[in-house]
């Protein structure tokens, strides 16, 4: 039996669209289509080493109060992009973006996840009335 091995020797970032994410303001504009929804999402957005999104994606769909995530499902993406670095995102559809017990436990354990595999995470955005940067409240402890 002959077995094929393919070797792919760089990853050739597709779906740049220029779109820089450096400020909180920057990124709140940027999730503003998820700001109304009825039901919690989570998504990743794939930055590459300049900051420039990659792509976005939905990693997860809740209920009104609560999406469950998972490292696995929300680093998946991102190494498929060829990432150097991700933004998470979910909606609080009440509006108040403060971040619960469990919104801070997740993000924790992102951070130790990405650092584990490479991936640098920036921030976690809440997204409600106004966008809250998880990074800036210091509540979690990003490189």
Excluded: W
């Amino acid at each position: 039996m002959i077995i094929k091995l393919e070797t792919q020797l760089a990853v050739k970032e597709t779906g740049i669209d220029g779109t820089k994410l450096i400020r909180p303001e920057q990124v709140e504009n940027y999730l503003k289509d998820i700001k109304d929804l009825a039901q919690e999402v989570f998504v990743v957005v794939s930055l590459n080493i300049r900051n420039q999104v990659i792509q976005r994606h939905l990693v997860a769909m809740g209920t009104v109060n609560s999406a469950v995530v998972h490292p696995r499902e929300c680093f998946r993406p991102a190494i498929l992009d060829g990432a150097t670095s991700v933004i998470f995102a979910h909606n609080h559809p009440s509006g108040d973006p403060s971040p619960s017990a469990e919104d801070i436990r997740v993000t924790r354990q992102l951070i130790i996840a990405g650092q584990h595999i490479g991936i640098q995470v920036l921030d976690h955005a809440v997204v409600g009335e106004h966008t809250l940067s998880m990074r800036e409240t210091g509540l979690c402890e990003f490189n």
